[in-house]
């Protein structure tokens, strides 16, 4: 297993995912993308954590994933009062840990908190 933090960065203002990097060198490419000093104006970007997990299909789950098991929308996020990741149902019923939703039945990522799928903003209106 490797020991290098990954993570997945959502810029707000131009409003484009950078995927699936380890925490050094998306400091890097920020670096030479903007003034040092711009780097950790955090509240421009939105950092997404690689949980550990992988789906159904081996894709890397991230903090504020949408995970789709048995059709229906889960989001994945940071307890931290507990200090780990859990799912949320998005109707808001049910909240269990990813390592025990993970277990239940086959789960697939079909987006994130910033790049909904297109059903589920279909149904939110």
């Known amino acids: 297993?490797?020991?290098?933090?990954?993570?997945?960065?959502?810029?707000?203002?131009?409003?484009?995912?950078?995927?699936?990097?380890?925490?050094?060198?998306?400091?890097?490419?920020?670096?030479r993308l903007n003034h040092i000093n711009d780097i950790f104006k955090l509240k421009d970007y939105v950092f997404m954590?690689?949980?550990?997990?992988l789906d159904q299909n081996n894709r890397k789950i991230f903090e504020y994933d949408i995970i789709e098991q048995i059709g229906i929308p889960y989001l994945v996020k940071w307890n931290k009062e507990q200090g780990y990741f859990e799912t949320d149902e998005i109707t808001g019923l049910d909240t269990i840990t990813l390592?025990?939703?993970?277990?239940?039945?086959?789960?697939?990522?079909?987006?994130?908190?910033?790049?909904?799928?297109?059903?589920l903003k279909i149904k939110a209106n």
């Open 49 to 53: 954590r690689f949980t550990g997990f």
């Open 99 to 119: 390592n025990e939703f993970l277990k239940r039945n086959p789960s697939e990522v079909v987006g994130n908190s910033y790049q909904p799928p297109r059903w």
């Open 1 to 31: 297993m490797e020991n290098i933090i990954r993570v997945r960065v959502w810029d707000k203002e131009k409003e484009l995912m950078y995927y699936d990097m380890p925490l050094h060198l998306m400091i890097r490419h920020y670096a």
